[in-house]
């Protein structure tokens, strides 16, 4: 959560800060700041309550500029969403702005007020000013060194840039369990939570590591590891586009990010499936190929939509490799004791790489002993840097809060996974993994047939968008798809809605269901198609209005349902990918209908790196 960006250099850099913390705003969005040192010799902050539009009106209302600066954008944790809590924070001479919680802010916080120091916010992160402050007036010998020795008086998590009103010359990072990326290019020094904060101005990338500090400067950046020694960190070229992570005429970036699919499909799938020889190329995974085509189980962990992603995977890796899969949610496994060897791959699923439950529960399946590929989004996250291996699903910068393209690539990936597995196991005969594969690749071709139509969802969401609740229900692995469409539904319309097991209906939830409930029912055909027809004509009974996910020329469906969307046929293994594009359209359309902020929902962020 939250989103810092900061600038060294020989250019002005209020465009930048700004621009940087637009192209941060999925981290969060409450409230807003940028400090610049000033050619005055002084540092002058803007900070306000709520968007980055607000932001921009206050800045240019009252402009100021110079070569230095830090900006952030907020979701709150520690002291509700107001301009006194908006970072950046400054106590004395030190001005910061902050990622992450110091846990024990309370205890140092009351330290420094016996000390006659005084506070102005509620948050955990002016304390950190405070220290750093009170070790450079207690004589450290520079802004480096106050910050190190700060550090070790804090717990907790952060991410922080830090410059002093009386050094001009001089911004110190730090990390530690929150990302942070120095960017540079031709003198201009770069600080971000995230790499596409500064794609614009550099592809040249370093990654720090927890622990480590740094000094920018205009003549680069130095970096230190944990014990305070020199450390080199490899500079990475990043090769995403920036342009892909403008909306490019959409009226959303989640609708782009929808339409987006096939291609980052194709992306995901490239160079790794042979459909002709039936086989996948996993080469890039740096974990024995022996020891992973032999493990005894698997144990899959994620949050939100990653999760729906391991809930599909079960359903295909079981399948096709016959080997266990276990699913949990990352914040339920820490705490449930579970039961891990040296013969379990932990596979942990996530867009960002950076939530911190998922992080914390794959390093409590490594110490029981695992080993780790992670399924990862981006690029050199933390979570790809702490695995024995990674599958990048290679979706791009993903900047709607509500996934759509890391979900589907996801599964892309899971089904590589699931054929690699089932060859290497001699379970998977060639001939039916090459119908798998050749399936993989026609996915991206059927969801163009689904993003074409848009009438049906524009219905939907004219007759639907005032119900306060809706039911989704699917079988199998589209069980899993009811749940993410729900999720999809709750997060951008603020609609309530729950996805079940149809098979569960009868069990409890069958009392919901009357004619002003509105029942989404994916029902494409294929495994369990007869059962959940049965389940759909159980929800008709009760005079529930049924919209239908169905494949398209189902004059059976058609019949019962109140609507249909339609897909494509196509063969079980790939058909979650394709009914999850046509759920997310519809909660799509009924969230524009209502006219919410899709891309930044209310109380969401992109990246959850709290616990
Ligand atoms: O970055 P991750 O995939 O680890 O994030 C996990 C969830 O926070 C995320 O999928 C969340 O549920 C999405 N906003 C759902 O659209």
Redesign the pocket.
Known sequence: MCGIVGYIGAKECSDILLSGLKNLEYRGYDSAGIAIGTDGGDVQMCRVKGKLNKLYEAYHSDPFDGTIGLGHTRWATHGRPSKTNAHPHRAGRVILAHNGIIENYGEIKSRLVDKGRSFDSQTDTEVLAHLIDQELANGASDLHSATRQALEQVEGSYALVIMTADNPDRLVVARNASPMVIGTSDGDIFAASDIPAVLEYTRDFQFLEDGDTAVLTRDGAEIYDADGEPVERETKHINWDPISAEKQGYKHFMLKEIHEQPARIIDTLRGRVDPEEGDVDLREVDIDPEWLADVDKIVMI?????FHACQVAKYAIEQVARVPVEIDLAHEFRYRDPIIDDNTLCVP???????AD?LAAMGEARERGARVLSIVNVIESTMARESDGVLYTHAGPEIG???TK?FTTQLAAVNMLAVWLGRRRGVLEQDTACEYLKALRQTPNLMEKILNRTDIYEQIARRYSDAESVLYMGRGNQFPIAREGA??LK?ISYIHAEGLAAGEMKHGHIALIDEEMPVVVIAPRGGVYDKVFSNLEEAKARQGELIAIATEGDEQIAELADMVVEVPEASDFIQPMLSVVAAQLLAYHVADFKGTDIDQPRN?A???TVE
């Open positions: 994620a949050c939100g939509t990653s699923v996530s867009q960002s790489g950076e939530t998922t809060v509500a996934s890391a999720l999809k997060e969401l992109k990246s959850v």
